[in-house]
């Protein structure tokens, strides 16, 4: 995992980024964060999952069944409405 990934420190709020992680399943890793502020210290862990779908994937793996993000169908709404022939144009 990318060591860029990071979030604020829960007491401090100063950046802290991911030391190391480790997979849990293909949809949840475990990231063990470390604050960047030298007088905090602070260093904990967190879950990472993967909860939805925006894009689906090309090459699906078998067994992996995540929803449909609200916001992806909201865009597929959209793009099928432009898409289709009958939607009168507003344009
Ligand atoms: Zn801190």
């Known amino acids: 995992m990318s060591s860029k990934l990071g979030i604020s ?14 997979a849990v399943s293909a949809t949840m890793r475990i990231a063990y964060f470390q604050c960047k ?5 602070h260093t904990w ?3 990472i999952e993967v909860v939805a779908t925006i894009s689906p994937s ?11 993000s609200p916001l992806s169908e909201t865009l597929r709404i959209a ?12 344009l």
Do not use: Y
């Open 79 to 90: 793009v099928a409405a432009i898409s289709d022939p009958r939607q009168a144009s507003l």
């Open 37 to 41: 502020n030298i007088a905090c210290g």
């Open 45 to 47: 862990k967190a879950h």
């Open 58 to 68: 090309a090459i699906p793996r078998p067994g992996i069944n995540l929803p449909l």
């Open 9 to 22: 420190c829960p007491h401090c709020d100063t950046w802290a980024t991911v030391r190391t992680s480790e």
